[in-house]
């Protein structure tokens, strides 16, 4: 049986296909120019290694465009909560939740504009501040707190609802020991 997050990037990595090998793709002419170009917020479903019941919220904002006008780059803040899943040396389960408030910037390439549709890609850095309400006598206590440095990379399609806002879904695959997780975002964004 395929799971559910491999069967969400074959959707998502299809659309991203379907567009690209679309030959009516328009052509942006338009010039790089960095300067604030769009804000957005979004909400995620989140499965995390070692944790369960993960959602996300955050928002980012797009600060232009570098080098072509399909890459631009993005300034983010988000917050995930889950609860553990990890067990002590007896196997009994250890009880809590932790968070994550994160602030990062990354990068979005644009692989097409095919009519409303835009597939996209992207990667980016950020750090992470962990905080948990595990007792602090478990010793993973200090795992699921402070700040970390975290990697992420992702892939999505954005559609034009009217020239200035959009709704996009996104895979995103954010590395941050022990909080490592896959999140499913959906969100909307307005073009200023």
């Given at each position: 049986?395929?799971?559910?997050?491999?069967?969400?990037?074959?959707?998502?990595?299809?659309?991203?296909?379907?567009?690209?090998?679309?030959?009516?793709?328009?052509?942006?002419?338009?010039?790089?120019?960095?300067?604030l170009?769009?804000?957005?917020?979004?909400v995620?479903?989140?499965?995390?290694?070692?944790?369960?019941?993960?959602?996300?919220?955050?928002?980012?904002?797009?600060?232009?465009?570098?080098?072509?006008?399909?890459?631009?780059?993005?300034?983010?803040?988000?917050?995930?909560?889950?609860?553990?899943?990890?067990?002590?040396?007896?196997?009994?389960?250890?009880p809590?939740?932790?968070?994550?408030?994160?602030?990062?910037?990354?990068?979005?390439?644009s692989?097409?504009?095919?009519?409303?549709?835009?597939?996209?890609?992207?990667?980016?850095?950020?750090?992470?501040?962990?905080?948990?309400?595990?007792?602090?006598?478990?010793?993973?206590?200090?795992?699921?707190?402070?700040?970390?440095?975290?990697?992420?990379?992702?892939?999505?399609?954005?559609?034009?609802?009217?020239?200035?806002?959009?709704?996009?879904?996104?895979?995103?695959?954010?590395?941050?020991?022990?909080?490592?997780?896959?999140?499913?975002?959906?969100?909307?964004?307005?073009?200023?």
């Open positions: 049986m395929v799971s559910r997050g491999i069967r969400v990037w074959v959707y998502v990595a299809a659309g991203v296909l379907a567009a690209v090998h679309d030959g009516r793709a328009q052509s942006d002419s338009s010039v790089a120019q960095l300067g170009d769009r804000v957005g917020s979004y995620s479903y989140t499965t995390v290694e070692h944790g369960r019941h993960g959602w996300e919220l955050g928002g980012d904002v797009d600060v232009g465009s570098v080098f072509t006008p399909k890459l631009h780059l993005l300034a983010e803040v988000n917050y995930l909560h889950a609860d553990i899943h990890r067990f002590d040396a007896d196997e009994v389960p250890i809590g939740s932790f968070h994550d408030f994160s602030v990062g910037m990354s990068a979005r390439y692989v097409a504009h095919v009519k409303r549709f835009e597939p996209y890609v992207g990667a980016g850095l950020g750090v992470h501040f962990l905080g948990t309400d595990i007792a602090r006598s478990q010793p993973i206590h200090d795992d699921y707190t402070g700040a970390k440095l975290g990697a992420e990379y992702f892939l999505g399609i954005s559609y034009d609802l009217t020239k200035r806002w959009a709704l996009y879904g996104e895979v995103r695959r954010m590395e941050v020991p022990p909080a490592s997780r896959v999140t499913y975002r959906l969100g909307f964004f307005v073009r200023l």
